[in-house]
């Protein structure tokens, strides 16, 4: 009867070390997918909007995100194209929780805007587009930074403080849309 309870204490953590093993990957299932980040794309408000958001998508992909028109996602975009009479200002937001990640903004104008109008826009934009895409976060980030191995920030976001613009810079709604009583400080 001795025997009993030694055998069975031996048998034990047998069992228990059998229990937790896993089974192995099957080969033939493909290796999960990564992760990849998305965007909430700003539905586009006018003319300059709707031509150049598609530049603004490609920008996204080429550095590791993926655009999308469901809410609650990583990011969010905000972009606006802002024509007056003089100058036109082209800003270019990513936004996670409340952090603005990355600005961009550029202006354009004088009189070429009278009479190349669309050539302005372009020259904007493009500024903005390249200030943008730099400030990306890049794959590779080294660990301990805050971010996960794509460059991505990790964890919650800080709030959200704005920055005043520099000399020249007109400021921008860092979430897009209309500003508070339909007024906007750029002067438009």
Known sequence: ???????????????????????????????PRPHVPQVTMSQPQNQNEQAL???????????????????GVEYQLAFSVLEGPVRTDVSIDLIQGRDRVVHAFARSGGPLSVFKKQQVVREAFDK????????????????????????Y????????????????????????????????PSGY
């Open 1 to 31: 009867m001795k025997s009993a309870p030694v055998l069975l204490a031996a048998v034990l953590p047998l069992f228990s070390l059998v229990s937790c093993a896993t089974p192995g990957l099957d080969p033939t299932m493909p290796p």
């Open 53 to 71: 958001i598609g530049e603004v998508e490609s920008t996204l992909e080429r550095n590791g995100l993926r655009a999308t028109d469901r809410q």
């Open 128 to 151: 903005a587009l390249q200030q943008f895409e730099a400030q990306l976060p890049r794959t590779g980030s080294p660990s301990g930074t805050g971010r996960d191995n794509q460059g």
């Open 153 to 184: 920030r990790t964890g919650s976001p800080p709030p959200y403080s704005p920055q005043q613009p520099s000399y020249g810079e007109a400021p921008s709604n860092p979430y897009g849309g209309s500003y508070p009583n339909g007024q906007n």
